[in-house]
C-alpha cells in the first residue's frame, strides 16, 4: 500500500515550453500533496504544498506563476512549470500523505521527474 | 521556521561496521522525525520514524534514538552491508497542523566490501 506514481519519469523541452508534471497517489487518498525540488547532490527542497480542492501554499522564492499547481481531486496532483529555463532542470518529486489516517504524518514520495530544458 | 543539520555529509564504513548519522533540529516543537534513504535517480524511501514521545526505536539492523533536552536524534545502522549505500535524510515535522517536512543536508554513506 501507500504507492504514489509522477509521469512523466523524465522530460527534456526547449527553453520557453510549458512542462507538466502528474502525482497520484494509487491506494489512497491524499488530502495533501507536497513538490519538491532536488538539484544534483543536494538535499529535497519543498517547493510548495498542495491541497485538494485549494490553492497551493509556496515557500518562500517559489514563484507560483511559474510553477502552477492544480490538486482537482484526492489522488492526483499536477505541478506546471511554465515558460521552463535551463535554470529549471532539476529532479522534481512529490509526496503524499494519507489523509483518512488522522494520526499519520507519514509521506510517501514519487518516483521523481527528471526535467532537463535545453 | 525549522532548521535541520546533518552529520557528516560523508561516511565510509568497513562492511559489518556500525554507521552513526547524527542530526539536530532547531524548533522544540518538532514532533515527528522520519528518516529516508534515497539511492542515486531514485525516490526517497522511508526506513525508519520516531515520535517526540518515545527515545529509541528499532527495526531489524536500523535504530534511531531521540534526545527532546538536546534537540537531536541519530541513526544507527548496525552491521552494514552493501546494499546500506546510499544517501540518507534525516527531516523533522513541526506538526500542529504545520505539516511540513524540513530535510537535513544528507549524508552519503559508502560501505566499503
Known amino acids: 500500500g501507500a504507492v504514489v506514481s509522477q509521469h512523466p519519469s523524465w522530460v527534456i523541452c526547449k527553453s520557453g515550453t510549458s512542462v507538466k508534471i502528474e502525482c497520484r497517489s494509487l491506494?489512497?487518498?491524499?488530502?495533501?500533496m507536497f513538490w519538491y525540488r532536488q538539484f544534483p547532490k543536494q538535499s529535497l527542497m519543498l517547493m510548495a504544498t498542495?491541497?485538494?480542492?485549494?490553492?497551493?501554499?509556496?515557500e518562500q522564492g517559489v514563484e507560483k506563476d511559474k510553477f502552477l499547481i492544480n490538486h482537482a481531486s484526492l489522488t492526483l496532483s499536477t505541478l506546471t512549470v511554465t515558460s521552463a529555463h535551463p535554470e529549471d532542470s532539476s529532479f522534481y518529486i512529490c509526496?503524499?500523505?494519507?489523509?483518512?489516517?488522522?494520526?499519520?504524518?507519514?509521506?510517501?514520495f514519487g518516483p521523481g521527474t527528471r526535467l532537463t530544458v535545453l | 521556521g525549522e532548521n535541520v543539520e546533518q552529520h557528516p555529509s560523508t561516511l565510509s564504513v568497513q562492511e559489518g561496521d556500525s554507521a552513526v548519522i547524527k542530526c539536530t533540529y532547531s524548533?522544540?516543537?518538532?514532533?515527528?522525525f522520519p528518516w529516508y534513504k534515497q539511492e542515486l535517480g531514485k525516490r526517497p524511501q522511508l526506513i525508519i520514524d520516531?515520535?517526540?514521545?518515545?527515545g529509541e526505536k528499532k527495526d531489524q539492523r536500523i535504530a534511531v534514538t531521540l534526545n527532546k533536552t538536546a534537540k537531536h536524534f541519530s541513526l544507527h545502522i548496525t552491521e552494514t552491508q552493501p546494499e546500506d549505500s546510499a544517501v540518507y535524510f534525516c527531516?523533522?515535522?513541526?506538526?500542529?497542523?504545520?505539516?511540513?517536512?524540513?530535510f537535513g543536508t544528507g549524508t552519503r554513506l559508502t560501505i566499503i566490501p
Open positions: 509526496s503524499a500523505r494519507d489523509g483518512q489516517v488522522a494520526s499519520t504524518d507519514t509521506q510517501y
Open positions: 491506494d489512497f487518498q491524499a488530502t495533501t
Open positions: 498542495s491541497n485538494e480542492g485549494s490553492k497551493a501554499t509556496y
Open positions: 524548533d522544540s516543537a518538532s514532533n515527528y
Open positions: 520516531i515520535r517526540s514521545n518515545v
Open positions: 527531516a523533522a515535522l513541526l506538526g500542529f497542523g504545520n505539516e511540513k517536512l524540513t
